[in-house]
């Protein structure tokens, strides 16, 4: 007991003589504050009442107190996002340990409020004071903003395309180039997944994807937002295939991917712009989940790009008749940019398409495609015919 009762006299003896020289009094330790648990979970768009045990050593008694609680961020000097009212009381002796226990109720306009604020957690913050008026430096629950309790969020579709708005890119070594993924979903959840992307060493064969940066993004309150991939490489010339890949919440539908190719920008051999023979489909052909576009390979090509052009209707359009009609005339490509297309390494002469390409496609529309051989400079060496193909 008298070394309690000299340690109290010292610390008087401290604020006494801080208030002598016009200086804050320093505060002495109130001992130890413990919170259990250090950490709970916040669902964005819902409300979360959290049970929290303060555990407080106190030197001198005769109680613990703390007026209030506030939550607040961790960084940028602790922005306030809300306070709790809610004062915590306890008569204790000295030299002994107290247990304050209340159950905290966090706002979703709080939760919401951090996560504008780009945070994925935020600090729930006591501090606590003894009859003699010291406190203990301040204690936190750490809240992580989660998704798992919210009901109803789930992904619907997505979308991939350039910083251009093309499906497709021919660009020269070291331009700058991203992509972005239009997202639709329901509900308001915590969107994860990585941004991948395969360069021209796996592209030729089974491409071979390699992480650029992880996306941990909350989607709230519309159908449908845009996520912006970082800046992609474009040191290798060749072909590259880029993807978000979405880990959580698993999608029900096939993850898109988009093509690039990078040339040499180098002046190699002249070549002239050879005929590409086309395979399939035929000439009036209705596009089915399944249809392959084949071609003939030709030399010097580095890729091939399948271009698809959206063609004006008639009123005397029809359902095409399968097979073809080798007397028509064959069809001239619109003044417009193509619609959808798809890039493959030159080692490759057939693709479906993609999810990304189809989604650009509208149903009952009749299409005019063709087939171009990118050389390694990035200048076309060879051109197929055009034919036609319709949408059902």
């Known amino acids: 007991m008298t070394s309690v009762k000299f340690i109290r006299t010292i610390a ?10 016009g200086a804050t009094p320093a505060q002495a330790v109130i001992g130890s504050i413990v919170p259990s648990p250090s950490a709970a979970n916040a669902p964005l768009g819902g409300t979360v009442s959290v049970p929290v045990t303060w555990t407080v050593f106190t030197l001198d008694g005769p109680f613990v107190n703390s007026p209030s609680g506030t939550f607040r961020t961790a960084i940028g000097g602790g ?6 009212s809610n004062p915590l009381y306890k008569a204790t002796p000295p030299n002994s340990t ?4 209340e159950v905290v109720l966090i706002p979703t306009d709080v939760i919401y409020r951090a996560y504008k604020l780009g945070l994925t957690s935020f ?11 010291f406190s203990g430096a301040p204690q936190s629950v750490t809240i992580n ?23 497709v890119r021919l660009l020269g070594r070291k331009e700058k180039l991203s992509a972005q993924a239009d997202v639709n979903f329901t509900g308001n ?13 796996s592209t030729a064969g089974q491409p071979v994807f390699r992480p650029l940066t992880s996306v941990r993004q909350y989607l709230v309150g519309s159908d449908k937002q845009t996520l912006r991939s ?8 060749g072909l590259y295939i880029v993807r978000l890949r979405i880990t959580d919440p698993l999608p029900g539908f096939d993850q898109p991917v988009l093509r690039y190719f990078v040339s040499s920008g180098k002046p190699g051999e002249v070549l002239p712009i050879m005929p590409i023979g086309l395979v399939t489909p035929p000439h009036q052909t209705l596009l089915a989940p399944d249809t392959v576009f084949a071609w003939e390979a030709i030399r010097g090509a580095h890729a091939y790009q399948v271009e698809l052009y959206a063609r004006a209707m008639t009123s005397a359009d029809k359902l095409p008749s399968l097979g073809g009609d080798a007397g028509t ?28 390409a189809r989604s650009h496609l509208q149903p009952g529309r009749i299409y005019l495609w063709r087939v171009l051989a990118i050389g390694g400079d990035g200048n076309v060496v060879g051109e197929s015919p055009v034919r036609e193909i319709r949408l059902p």
């Open 12 to 21: 008087l003896s401290l604020l006494l003589l801080g208030c002598v020289l």
């Open 79 to 84: 922005v306030v996002l809300g306070t709790v």
């Open 98 to 101: 107290v247990a304050l226990t």
């Open 123 to 133: 600090l729930y913050t006591r501090d606590f004071a003894d009859g003699t008026g």
């Open 145 to 167: 903003i989660t998704s798992s309790a919210v009901t109803g969020f789930s992904l619907t579709g997505m979308s991939l395309s350039f910083d251009n708005g093309a499906v």
């Open 189 to 201: 959840g915590l969107l994860q997944g990585v941004w991948e992307v395969a360069d021209p060493a």
């Open 230 to 237: 970082p800046i992609l490489p474009t040191d290798l010339s």
């Open 329 to 356: 005339a064959p069809p001239t490509l619109p003044g417009t940019p193509p619609v959808a297309g798809m890039l493959v390494a030159g080692t490759q002469t057939q693709t479906a398409l993609s999810a990304t």
